[in-house]
């Protein structure tokens, strides 16, 4: 079955830092689309960054990037620079299944909190 | 996320009551997904649609849910009879046909049964 592991329940990172938030998962399938998305304190989720399992090159958004080890079955987020609104919960997704659909599984979710 | 739309945005219901949630995709979106969030935890699919058509409904629970997405309008996910369990964010996505790596959630509907 798929699965998607966010270890970390709370971080905590300085202004101006980098930040990596950690997601590993599980998938028996070649063909696979792993999502990091954002939900602060108002609720919605926000969409940050896509990476497909066979994109060749580590997906980047601005500061977002993520760091996909395929061997390693990880895709984990960094973020540079961090802002104080960066402070939020964020997702780590996997799509679910054959077909290039929607239906995703989610992680637990990490909260970050950025310093002053 | 801007364009997929979502309302309301809280509901409070009484037990046995109706909960009706509407979901409107962003423009071009043809397919539609539900999805759960109970408190502190992640979200969970529901259900998958398209224009007239459940396309995947594993993850909906077998009474009081029901959810369509009608030619003309919104997407519509109906909770029959509520109870204090059911209350949780839910959260509607849309997609284009094709692509499935550009998925959009709307803000969310935070259904509180009292």
């Known amino acids: 079955a798929q699965k998607i592991t966010q270890t970390q329940p709370g971080m905590f990172v300085q202004e101006k830092e980098a930040v990596t938030l950690d997601c590993t998962y599980d998938?028996?399938?070649?063909?696979?689309?792993l999502f990091w998305y954002k939900q602060p304190s108002s609720g919605e989720m926000i969409f940050l960054i896509y990476?497909?399992?066979?994109?060749?090159q580590n997906a980047t958004e601005g500061r977002y990037s993520l760091n996909f080890q395929k061997a390693r079955k990880s895709a984990n987020l960094v973020i540079s620079a961090s802002q104080l609104g960066d402070s939020a919960m964020y997702f780590c997704?996997?799509?679910?299944?054959?077909?290039?659909?929607?239906?995703?599984?989610f992680g637990q979710g990490t909260t970050l909190q950025v310093k002053p | 996320n801007a364009g997929v739309m979502q309302n309301p945005r809280h509901l409070v219901r009484r037990r046995g009551q109706e909960a009706r949630l509407r979901c409107s995709p962003m423009?071009?979106?043809?397919?539609v997904y539900w999805y759960r969030q109970l408190p502190e935890e992640g979200l969970k699919f529901m259900v998958y649609?398209?224009?007239?058509?459940?396309?995947?409904e594993s993850g909906m629970p077998k009474e009081r849910f029901s959810a369509e997405f009608p030619k003309e309008g919104p997407s519509i996910l109906r909770i029959q009879q509520v109870v204090r369990g059911d209350s949780a964010a839910y959260f509607c996505?849309?997609?284009?046909?094709?692509?499935?790596?550009?998925?959009?959630f709307g803000e969310g509907s935070w259904l509180t049964v009292v």
């Open positions: 998938t028996s399938d070649q063909s696979y689309g």
């Open positions: 990476q497909g399992s066979y994109d060749e």
């Open positions: 996505a849309s997609s284009p046909g094709i692509s499935g790596n550009t998925i959009y």
């Open positions: 997704a996997m799509r679910e299944g054959a077909g290039n659909t929607g239906k995703l599984i």
């Open positions: 423009k071009g979106h043809s397919h």
């Open positions: 649609l398209q224009k007239e058509n459940i396309i995947d």
